[in-house]
Protein backbone atom coordinates (compact mmCIF):
# COMPACT_ATOMS: atom_id res chain seq x y z
CA UNK A 1 0.00 0.00 0.00
CA UNK A 2 1.34 3.44 -0.93
CA UNK A 3 1.46 5.82 2.29
CA UNK A 4 1.75 8.49 0.10
CA UNK A 5 -1.78 7.71 -1.67
CA UNK A 6 -3.22 7.10 1.90
CA UNK A 7 -2.61 10.54 2.86
CA UNK A 8 -3.92 12.03 -0.23
CA UNK A 9 -7.09 9.97 0.14
CA UNK A 10 -7.30 11.59 4.03
CA UNK A 11 -6.57 14.96 3.21
CA UNK A 12 -9.16 14.99 0.57
CA UNK A 13 -11.80 13.44 2.86
CA UNK A 14 -10.99 15.76 5.46
CA UNK A 15 -11.47 18.79 3.03
CA UNK A 16 -15.35 17.31 2.62
CA UNK A 17 -16.17 17.20 6.22
CA UNK A 18 -18.55 20.18 7.25
CA UNK A 19 -19.84 18.34 10.41
CA UNK A 20 -19.12 16.63 13.64
CA UNK A 21 -21.05 13.62 12.47
CA UNK A 22 -18.70 13.27 9.24
CA UNK A 23 -15.22 13.53 10.96
CA UNK A 24 -16.30 10.56 13.69
CA UNK A 25 -17.21 8.72 10.01
CA UNK A 26 -13.49 9.37 8.62
CA UNK A 27 -11.93 9.14 11.97
CA UNK A 28 -13.30 5.93 12.49
CA UNK A 29 -12.23 5.00 8.59
CA UNK A 30 -8.49 5.32 9.43
CA UNK A 31 -8.24 4.92 13.05
CA UNK A 32 -10.89 2.48 13.77
CA UNK A 33 -10.24 -0.75 15.13
CA UNK A 34 -10.85 -2.36 11.59
CA UNK A 35 -9.43 1.57 10.11
CA UNK A 36 -6.86 1.28 7.65
CA UNK A 37 -4.10 2.37 10.04
CA UNK A 38 -4.93 -0.87 12.18
CA UNK A 39 -4.41 -2.51 8.81
CA UNK A 40 -1.06 -1.04 7.66
CA UNK A 41 -0.07 -1.71 11.23
CA UNK A 42 -1.39 -5.77 11.06
CA UNK A 43 0.85 -5.70 7.41
CA UNK A 44 3.77 -5.18 9.21
CA UNK A 45 5.40 -8.86 10.97
CA UNK A 46 4.82 -9.72 6.92
CA UNK A 47 6.88 -7.91 5.60
CA UNK A 48 10.62 -8.54 5.29
CA UNK A 49 12.87 -8.27 8.17
CA UNK A 50 14.82 -5.09 6.88
CA UNK A 51 12.02 -3.43 5.52
CA UNK A 52 9.92 -3.56 9.05
CA UNK A 53 11.20 -0.68 10.53
CA UNK A 54 11.48 1.80 8.16
CA UNK A 55 7.45 0.38 7.13
CA UNK A 56 6.70 1.14 10.86
CA UNK A 57 8.27 4.70 10.96
CA UNK A 58 6.44 5.13 7.92
CA UNK A 59 3.01 4.45 9.57
CA UNK A 60 3.39 6.12 12.57
CA UNK A 61 4.14 9.25 10.80
CA UNK A 62 0.91 8.97 8.98
CA UNK A 63 -1.42 7.82 12.09
CA UNK A 64 0.76 11.19 13.82
CA UNK A 65 0.03 13.79 10.79
CA UNK A 66 -3.47 11.78 10.90
CA UNK A 67 -4.53 12.66 13.98
CA UNK A 68 -3.57 16.36 13.62
CA UNK A 69 -5.43 16.98 10.72
CA UNK A 70 -8.36 15.75 12.78
CA UNK A 71 -7.93 17.95 15.80
CA UNK A 72 -7.16 20.92 13.33
CA UNK A 73 -10.59 20.25 11.52
CA UNK A 74 -11.71 19.70 15.13
CA UNK A 75 -11.42 23.45 15.55
CA UNK A 76 -12.32 24.86 12.25
CA UNK A 77 -15.84 23.10 12.79
CA UNK A 78 -16.23 24.08 16.78
CA UNK A 79 -15.31 28.38 15.62
CA UNK A 80 -17.20 28.95 12.39
CA UNK A 81 -18.45 24.83 10.84
CA UNK A 82 -21.50 23.97 12.28
CA UNK A 83 -24.09 26.43 12.82
CA UNK A 84 -26.87 24.12 13.93
CA UNK A 85 -24.30 22.80 16.52
CA UNK A 86 -22.96 26.10 17.69
CA UNK A 87 -26.64 27.39 18.83
CA UNK A 88 -28.02 23.89 19.33
CA UNK A 89 -30.71 24.37 17.11
CA UNK A 90 -33.13 21.28 17.02
CA UNK A 91 -35.24 21.79 13.98
CA UNK A 92 -37.57 18.88 15.37
CA UNK A 93 -38.57 20.92 18.31
CA UNK A 94 -42.10 22.17 18.38
CA UNK A 95 -42.24 26.00 18.25
CA UNK A 96 -43.09 28.85 20.97
CA UNK A 97 -47.11 29.63 20.39
CA UNK A 98 -47.43 33.58 19.94
CA UNK A 99 -50.06 35.04 22.55
CA UNK A 100 -52.64 37.26 20.02
CA UNK A 101 -53.58 40.42 21.40
CA UNK A 102 -57.24 41.61 21.28
CA UNK A 103 -58.56 45.05 20.48
CA UNK A 104 -58.49 47.58 23.62
CA UNK A 105 -61.45 47.96 24.87
CA UNK A 106 -61.74 51.76 24.83
CA UNK A 107 -61.10 51.14 20.82
CA UNK A 108 -63.76 48.29 20.92
CA UNK A 109 -66.39 51.00 21.79
CA UNK A 110 -65.65 53.59 19.96
CA UNK A 111 -65.31 51.34 16.76
CA UNK A 112 -68.95 49.95 17.86
CA UNK A 113 -69.95 53.89 18.66
CA UNK A 114 -68.80 55.38 15.82
CA UNK A 115 -70.36 52.02 13.33
CA UNK A 116 -73.55 53.15 14.90
CA UNK A 117 -73.59 56.78 13.42
CA UNK A 118 -71.72 55.54 9.98
CA UNK A 119 -74.49 53.30 9.44
CA UNK A 120 -76.91 56.42 9.79
CA UNK A 121 -74.81 58.45 7.31
CA UNK A 122 -72.42 59.89 9.26
CA UNK A 123 -68.49 60.75 8.59
CA UNK A 124 -65.77 59.86 10.66
CA UNK A 125 -63.07 62.55 10.43
CA UNK A 126 -60.19 62.88 13.36
CA UNK A 127 -58.16 66.10 14.30
CA UNK A 128 -55.07 66.62 15.92
CA UNK A 129 -54.23 66.21 19.46
CA UNK A 130 -52.31 69.54 19.70
CA UNK A 131 -54.96 72.19 18.75
CA UNK A 132 -54.67 76.22 18.53
CA UNK A 133 -56.43 78.23 21.05
CA UNK A 134 -58.33 79.35 18.77
CA UNK A 135 -60.01 76.27 17.92
CA UNK A 136 -60.13 75.13 21.32
CA UNK A 137 -61.72 77.92 22.23
CA UNK A 138 -62.19 80.99 20.66
CA UNK A 139 -63.78 79.71 17.38
CA UNK A 140 -66.22 77.74 19.93
CA UNK A 141 -67.49 81.02 21.29
CA UNK A 142 -65.75 80.69 24.44
CA UNK A 143 -64.19 83.88 24.50
CA UNK A 144 -60.77 84.79 26.35
CA UNK A 145 -62.03 85.98 29.57
CA UNK A 146 -65.05 83.63 29.36
CA UNK A 147 -65.30 81.60 32.81
CA UNK A 148 -66.22 78.36 31.28
CA UNK A 149 -62.64 78.07 30.38
CA UNK A 150 -61.27 77.66 33.39
CA UNK A 151 -62.98 73.67 33.42
CA UNK A 152 -61.38 72.96 30.25
CA UNK A 153 -57.96 75.33 30.45
CA UNK A 154 -55.82 72.25 29.93
CA UNK A 155 -51.84 71.95 28.59
CA UNK A 156 -50.71 74.72 27.02
CA UNK A 157 -47.29 74.07 24.74
CA UNK A 158 -44.05 75.69 26.75
CA UNK A 159 -42.85 78.15 24.51
CA UNK A 160 -45.35 77.83 22.24
CA UNK A 161 -48.87 79.44 23.90
CA UNK A 162 -51.54 79.54 21.06
CA UNK A 163 -51.05 75.75 21.07
CA UNK A 164 -52.18 73.55 23.47
CA UNK A 165 -53.22 69.80 24.40
CA UNK A 166 -57.34 70.10 23.23
CA UNK A 167 -59.82 69.87 26.47
CA UNK A 168 -62.44 68.49 23.96
CA UNK A 169 -62.79 67.05 20.27
CA UNK A 170 -65.22 70.11 19.82
CA UNK A 171 -62.39 72.14 17.94
CA UNK A 172 -63.14 69.56 14.55
CA UNK A 173 -66.07 71.27 14.31
CA UNK A 174 -64.13 74.49 13.26
CA UNK A 175 -62.21 72.21 11.14
CA UNK A 176 -64.59 70.46 9.53
CA UNK A 177 -66.85 73.65 9.14
CA UNK A 178 -63.92 75.57 7.43
CA UNK A 179 -63.01 73.12 5.34
CA UNK A 180 -66.27 71.88 3.83
CA UNK A 181 -70.09 73.54 2.98
CA UNK A 182 -72.89 72.12 4.74
CA UNK A 183 -74.43 69.12 4.78
CA UNK A 184 -72.29 67.74 7.18
CA UNK A 185 -72.53 64.98 9.36
CA UNK A 186 -69.39 63.82 11.58
CA UNK A 187 -68.39 61.70 14.38
CA UNK A 188 -65.23 62.56 16.26
CA UNK A 189 -63.00 60.30 18.21
CA UNK A 190 -60.24 60.74 19.74
CA UNK A 191 -58.17 61.69 22.53
CA UNK A 192 -58.35 65.23 25.16
CA UNK A 193 -56.39 66.41 27.72
CA UNK A 194 -57.66 68.39 31.13
CA UNK A 195 -56.00 69.20 34.11
CA UNK A 196 -57.95 67.24 36.51
CA UNK A 197 -56.87 65.34 39.20
CA UNK A 198 -56.88 61.05 39.19
CA UNK A 199 -59.22 59.41 40.63
CA UNK A 200 -61.71 56.43 39.92
CA UNK A 201 -63.78 58.62 37.50
CA UNK A 202 -60.95 60.86 36.44
CA UNK A 203 -58.10 61.04 34.37
CA UNK A 204 -55.79 63.78 32.83
CA UNK A 205 -56.59 62.36 29.92
CA UNK A 206 -59.66 60.32 28.26
CA UNK A 207 -61.24 59.94 24.71
CA UNK A 208 -64.52 61.70 23.36
CA UNK A 209 -66.41 61.38 20.26
CA UNK A 210 -67.71 64.31 19.08
CA UNK A 211 -71.26 64.08 16.51
CA UNK A 212 -72.47 66.86 14.53
CA UNK A 213 -74.86 67.83 11.67
CA UNK A 214 -75.27 70.64 9.64
CA UNK A 215 -78.13 72.00 6.97
CA UNK A 216 -81.13 73.69 6.20
CA UNK A 217 -83.99 73.08 8.38
CA UNK A 218 -82.12 71.07 11.08
CA UNK A 219 -84.46 71.09 14.53
CA UNK A 220 -83.46 69.87 17.79
CA UNK A 221 -86.26 66.86 17.35
CA UNK A 222 -83.45 65.64 14.94
CA UNK A 223 -80.52 65.71 17.75
CA UNK A 224 -83.07 63.90 19.85
CA UNK A 225 -84.27 61.25 17.64
CA UNK A 226 -80.37 60.15 16.66
CA UNK A 227 -79.29 60.31 20.17
CA UNK A 228 -81.90 58.22 21.15
CA UNK A 229 -81.05 55.61 18.14
CA UNK A 230 -77.71 55.69 19.43
CA UNK A 231 -78.53 55.01 23.09
CA UNK A 232 -80.69 52.04 22.38
CA UNK A 233 -78.08 50.60 19.79
CA UNK A 234 -75.26 50.57 23.02
CA UNK A 235 -78.02 49.93 25.95
CA UNK A 236 -80.48 48.22 24.94
CA UNK A 237 -83.82 48.88 23.51
CA UNK A 238 -85.46 49.37 26.99
CA UNK A 239 -83.76 52.08 28.22
CA UNK A 240 -85.38 55.96 28.48
CA UNK A 241 -83.26 58.86 27.58
CA UNK A 242 -83.91 62.44 29.20
CA UNK A 243 -82.77 65.95 28.36
CA UNK A 244 -81.34 68.16 31.35
CA UNK A 245 -81.60 72.28 30.66
CA UNK A 246 -77.36 72.87 30.66
CA UNK A 247 -75.06 75.04 29.47
CA UNK A 248 -72.42 75.26 26.71
CA UNK A 249 -70.85 77.93 25.28
CA UNK A 250 -70.99 76.76 21.71
CA UNK A 251 -74.87 75.49 21.76
CA UNK A 252 -77.91 77.22 22.57
CA UNK A 253 -79.96 75.50 23.87
CA UNK A 254 -77.66 72.87 25.25
CA UNK A 255 -78.81 70.02 27.12
CA UNK A 256 -76.48 67.38 29.72
CA UNK A 257 -78.58 64.06 28.14
CA UNK A 258 -79.03 60.79 30.94
CA UNK A 259 -80.20 57.58 30.18
CA UNK A 260 -82.00 55.68 32.41
CA UNK A 261 -79.87 53.57 34.74
CA UNK A 262 -78.90 50.22 33.49
CA UNK A 263 -78.39 48.58 36.92
CA UNK A 264 -81.67 49.89 38.67
CA UNK A 265 -83.71 50.23 35.69
CA UNK A 266 -84.61 53.68 37.10
CA UNK A 267 -85.15 52.84 40.75
CA UNK A 268 -82.55 54.23 42.23
CA UNK A 269 -78.78 52.38 43.44
CA UNK A 270 -75.52 53.08 44.25
CA UNK A 271 -74.34 53.63 40.52
CA UNK A 272 -76.53 56.24 39.78
CA UNK A 273 -76.43 57.87 43.29
CA UNK A 274 -80.10 57.30 44.05
CA UNK A 275 -81.12 59.16 41.33
CA UNK A 276 -82.09 56.55 38.68
CA UNK A 277 -80.48 58.48 35.86
CA UNK A 278 -77.01 58.16 34.43
CA UNK A 279 -75.48 61.06 32.53
CA UNK A 280 -73.83 60.61 29.31
CA UNK A 281 -73.29 63.09 26.92
CA UNK A 282 -73.54 66.99 26.23
CA UNK A 283 -75.61 68.24 23.07
CA UNK A 284 -77.04 71.51 21.83
CA UNK A 285 -78.05 73.18 18.72
CA UNK A 286 -74.82 75.01 17.48
CA UNK A 287 -74.33 78.18 18.78
CA UNK A 288 -74.90 80.95 15.85
CA UNK A 289 -71.88 82.86 16.77
CA UNK A 290 -69.61 79.56 15.38
CA UNK A 291 -71.42 79.66 12.92
CA UNK A 292 -70.39 82.96 11.92
CA UNK A 293 -66.80 81.78 13.31
CA UNK A 294 -66.67 79.25 9.90
CA UNK A 295 -68.06 81.52 7.50
CA UNK A 296 -71.93 79.41 7.72
CA UNK A 297 -74.96 81.88 7.08
CA UNK A 298 -76.44 81.50 10.40
CA UNK A 299 -80.34 82.31 8.80
CA UNK A 300 -79.63 79.71 6.32
CA UNK A 301 -78.03 76.75 8.67
CA UNK A 302 -79.05 75.29 11.67
CA UNK A 303 -77.59 72.30 13.37
CA UNK A 304 -76.95 70.32 16.33
CA UNK A 305 -73.50 68.81 18.15
CA UNK A 306 -72.78 66.55 20.98
CA UNK A 307 -70.00 65.41 23.02
CA UNK A 308 -69.54 62.13 24.91
CA UNK A 309 -66.94 60.31 26.91
CA UNK A 310 -65.80 56.86 25.83
CA UNK A 311 -64.51 55.69 29.25
CA UNK A 312 -67.98 56.83 30.78
CA UNK A 313 -69.78 54.92 28.14
CA UNK A 314 -67.50 51.59 28.32
CA UNK A 315 -67.96 51.91 31.86
CA UNK A 316 -71.73 51.96 32.30
CA UNK A 317 -71.87 49.25 29.54
CA UNK A 318 -69.36 47.11 31.15
CA UNK A 319 -69.70 47.40 35.15
CA UNK A 320 -65.85 48.60 35.26
CA UNK A 321 -65.83 51.33 38.67
CA UNK A 322 -62.59 52.46 38.14
CA UNK A 323 -61.31 54.66 35.25
CA UNK A 324 -57.55 53.80 35.66
CA UNK A 325 -57.89 49.83 34.91
CA UNK A 326 -58.13 50.96 31.08
CA UNK A 327 -54.69 52.64 31.24
CA UNK A 328 -52.63 50.17 33.54
CA UNK A 329 -52.03 47.52 30.99
CA UNK A 330 -53.20 44.62 33.30
CA UNK A 331 -53.72 41.73 30.94
CA UNK A 332 -56.48 39.96 33.88
CA UNK A 333 -58.63 43.40 32.78
CA UNK A 334 -57.65 43.62 29.56
CA UNK A 335 -58.36 39.93 28.94
CA UNK A 336 -62.05 39.87 29.54
CA UNK A 337 -62.71 42.23 26.41
N1 LIG B 1 -67.27 69.65 24.22
C1 LIG B 1 -68.16 69.38 25.34
C2 LIG B 1 -67.33 68.80 26.49
O1 LIG B 1 -66.22 68.42 26.29
C3 LIG B 1 -69.23 68.39 24.99
C4 LIG B 1 -70.17 68.92 23.97
C5 LIG B 1 -69.94 68.72 22.63
C6 LIG B 1 -71.30 69.64 24.34
C7 LIG B 1 -70.81 69.23 21.67
C8 LIG B 1 -72.19 70.13 23.43
C9 LIG B 1 -71.94 69.91 22.08
O2 LIG B 1 -67.80 68.74 27.61
Known amino acids: MDINLIQTQIES ?17 YLGRKGLLAELTGAIPGLPVEQRGA ?26 GSVLKKENLDLGMPGIAQELGSIHPITQIIDEICAIFTRMGFSIVRGPEIETEYNNFTGLNIPLEHPSRDAFDTFYLKNYSK ?11 VRAMKAHKPPLAIVVPGRVYRPD ?55 EPSAEVDISCIICKG ?5 CGRKGWLEILGAGMIHPNVFKQVGYNPEKY ?30 RFLKQF
Not at 163 to 173: A, E, G, M
Not at 206 to 229: A, M, P, R, Y
Not at 232 to 244: A, H, L, N, P
Not at 309 to 317: N, P, Q
Open 197 to 251: AVDASHLFMFHQIEGFLVDENIKFSDLKGILELFAKSVFGQEIKMRFRPHFFPFT
Open 55 to 80: FGKEVNALKNKLLNLIAEKEKVLKNS
Open 302 to 331: TGFAFGMGVERIAMLKYGINDIRLFFENDL
Open 163 to 173: FLLRSHTSPVQ
Open 267 to 271: KGCSV
Open 13 to 29: DLSAVTTAVALEEVRVK
